[in-house]
């Protein structure tokens, strides 16, 4: 049985067994391989990084009714990497990204893994323990037979994603690397597929497209069948190009997946060599609950409300 123990700097971390853990790792990369990517990939050097940051603290001054960290350098970075350190671009980012908060508080506000336990419970939102082959985080979404909308709707969902990769977003080496996304569909039915609108799909993907400041690199479509096909059509009329070219289909074919995926960091299910325990939904949000002053930081930032 998996479960929630501290290392010696009292960093909480999931213990699968046979030293596989899941942890959030807050430290920022120092090793000479990271670096140079970042160098390569981001135009991450002194030079870039000082004048990136001075731009973008210059620009947000100007945004007078967004309240956000100023003198936070960690916080301005986790915009700048993914926008390779071009101010305009980690502002515009920024914009969006509190824009949309502003407008789906039903979504944006109180994002704290207490109000998402139940999700994490049901195991529908949880990470692989080990990172890719390329370093990125791999997040996996359980949408088929153990989501039952009666338990956890739509919109309680996509909260334990966004909180979910929150908690990514604090990963220097995920902001880097990027992360994955496995989206298991396996026994997904009609009933699931009504909880979908045109609304919904077009507000998800604008956040995954537009607002979101992660590398996303890729999405692989597990178990996928005739009613996923149903279902992707909602979706379709809204993917960009960009978006298009990094959505990989599967179905059951295991080979396909890990010509992308090293099998040593897949579970045996997904035709992997991965041999821990699973990860426990329950605890995982436990994990997560335990940085609830981040989280409480993350949810103080944002456009001010006109008062009444």
């Known amino acids: ?121 049901e195991g529908l939102v949880h990470f692989l323990p080990l990172r890719n082959q390329h370093g990125s985080r791999i997040l996996v979404l359980e949408c088929g037979k153990k989501w039952k909308p009666a338990n956890v709707s739509l919109n309680d969902l996509f909260r334990a994603v966004q909180i979910a990769l929150e908690a990514g977003m604090y990963e220097p080496r995920t902001q880097l690397n990027g992360a994955i996304v496995i989206l298991d569909m396996d026994g997904l039915s009609l009933s699931q597929i009504m909880q979908f609108t045109p609304r919904f799909a077009a507000m998800a993907l604008d956040w995954i497209q537009q607002c979101t400041p992660m590398r996303l690199k890729s999405v692989h479509i597990l178990n996928n069948s005739y009613l996923f096909n149903m279902l992707f059509a909602i979706f379709k009329p809204f993917i960009s190009e960009k978006l298009r070219k990094r959505l990989f289909f599967h179905q059951k074919d295991w080979n396909s997946l890990m010509a992308h995926i090293d099998a040593k960091c897949l579970r045996p299910n997904y035709g992997g060599t991965l041999d821990c325990l699973e990860t426990d939904g329950a605890l995982l949000g436990e994990m997560f609950e335990l940085y609830r002053k981040e989280y409480e930081l993350a949810n103080s930032f944002g456009y001010l409300r006109k008062q009444d």
Request: hydrophobic share 35%.
């Open 1 to 121: 049985m998996a479960t929630l123990k501290f290392d010696d700097n009292k960093v909480p971390y999931l213990d699968l067994g046979k030293g596989y853990r899941i942890a959030l790792e807050g430290d920022e990369y120092t090793d000479a391989k990271s670096k140079e990517k970042a160098a390569r990939e981001l135009r991450e050097t002194p030079d870039v990084v000082e004048k990136g940051m001075q731009e973008l603290r210059a620009l947000l001054e100007e945004e007078k009714s967004l309240y956000v960290p100023m003198d936070n350098d960690a916080f301005m970075i986790k915009f700048l990497r993914p926008c390779k350190y071009y101010a305009k671009s980690a502002f515009e980012l920024i914009q969006r990204y509190y824009r949309f908060r502003y407008k789906h508080p039903d979504l944006c506000d109180d994002l704290f893994p207490s109000t998402s336990k139940h999700v994490y419970t």
